[in-house]
């Protein structure tokens, strides 16, 4: 099933001369309307006209969270606020959030590729479509929204939060379709287990679950536990919020919607393009956007693309699933660690759940990872020497793939803080 077939499956050749007149258009838009842009060009002494087609984006400069940072609120908006009809918000580690706007052409662009994505994922205009992720400033709960409502679903705006009022939502309403964040689908998962109410009660046949990394493992978790179809779902404010990119049935990588949104993959250090198959940094380029396009903006997200066809029929480029920030990769005595590495390893383990947290600490000059993990409400009763065998075990397994050596805590199940929104995973003490 798709959207919109026509756009979904169109041919390469097509796809690049949309492409290539959609980023004409915006090379003009951001030289004439934004001075930070015309400031670059004109430094490497470019002008639009100079790019024959996307191929030649390689010779142009990125765009950095950081010239979010320095242009703040709006230096980098390439229309009149008058034409502005929606502001969001991501909350930055430090000081002010970046901010991003929305022309009215820009929402509908954005209400195009989530309801594609969510049809990807099983959707339909018959679905019950509960929206579980934050609506306000973080775009992911709007942006669902209106994707869900351009299919005709049955839209319940329910928001982050309230777990209880979502399980009698979900039951009541006959929800068949959840999107929220994949850690908070577990946390819904054993919220029903306490109330004694099992998954096959439920309407649920499918969900879209993003705004976080998460793992194959924790994929089959949510699976097995909300008894329904997992799919993925990416995308950042800077480029538009969820809808950049979304798994279709195959469950092989997402589909980028390419008509909208230009990928390319970078060496995160030389910034040299690597070809598809390759891991390195996302780099977006929004070749329709008014409100604020981006020229080749660095996500910092670690992934590879893949141009084969996928089986669903669909010709968008798939990126894999983002296996880590370049930034939010924690180095350990010199060693780069991503907390997707230590799920993978952890939810390979029976006897664990799917909550962890990563506590870095620095002993002396040397730095210390303090892995802790919930164990099951049966193991959690058993025999100290049985937890200690297993907190072996984990030890020895995360060596093995980390390289480095870790401590292991196996801690009582629900004990560690959950999240409504992203999940926090790491919690770095050290002092630099
Ligand atoms: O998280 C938008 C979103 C909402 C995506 C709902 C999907 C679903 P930001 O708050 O700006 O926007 O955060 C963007 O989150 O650069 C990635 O690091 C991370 N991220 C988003 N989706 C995924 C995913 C939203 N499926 C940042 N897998 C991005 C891994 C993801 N990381």
Known sequence: ????????????????????????????????????????????????????????????????????????????????????????????????????????????????????????????????????????????????????????????????????????????????????????????????????????????????????PWSENMRKEIEKKLNISAHNIYGLSEICGPGVASECSCKNGMHIWEDHFYPEIVDPVSLEPLPYGSLGELVFTSITKEGIPLLRYRTRDLTALHNELCECGRTHVRMERVMGRSDDMIIIRGVNVFPSQIEDVLLQIGELEPHYQLVVTREGTLDCLEVQVEVTDNLFSDKIKNLESLANMIRQRLSSVLQISSKVTLVEPRSIPRSEGKAKRVIDKRNY
């Open 1 to 212: 099933m798709y959207w919109n077939e026509r756009i979904e499956r169109i041919s390469r050749e097509e796809l690049t001369e949309i492409q290539n007149n959609r980023f004409s258009k915006m090379l003009r838009r951001i030289y004439h309307n934004v001075p930070f842009y015309r400031n670059k060009f004109q430094e490497l002494d470019i002008y639009p006209e100079d790019i024959r087609g996307i191929e030649d984006i390689s010779k142009l400069p990125f765009t950095t969270k950081q010239d979010l940072r320095d242009n703040y609120p709006y230096g980098l908006f390439a229309t009149d606020l008058s034409q502005i009809v929606r502001l969001h918000a991501s909350s930055g580690t430090t000081g002010k959030p970046i901010v991003v706007g929305y022309t009215r052409e820009d929402l509908n662009n954005w209400a195009e590729v989530c309801a594609r994505s969510i049809v990807a994922a099983g959707g339909s205009s018959n679905s019950v479509i509960q929206i579980a992720y934050g609506y306000g400033l973080f775009t992911g709960g709007l942006g669902l929204h209106y994707g869900a409502e351009r299919l005709g679903a049955s839209t319940i705006p329910i928001s982050s939060g309230n777990t209880d009022r979502q399980i009698m939502l979900m039951k009541d309403f006959h929800t068949t379709f959840l999107a929220c964040t994949p850690s908070y689908a577990l946390f819904l998962a054993d919220a029903l287990k306490d109330q004694g109410i099992s998954p096959e009660e439920l309407d649920l046949k499918s969900g879209i679950f993003g705004a976080e």
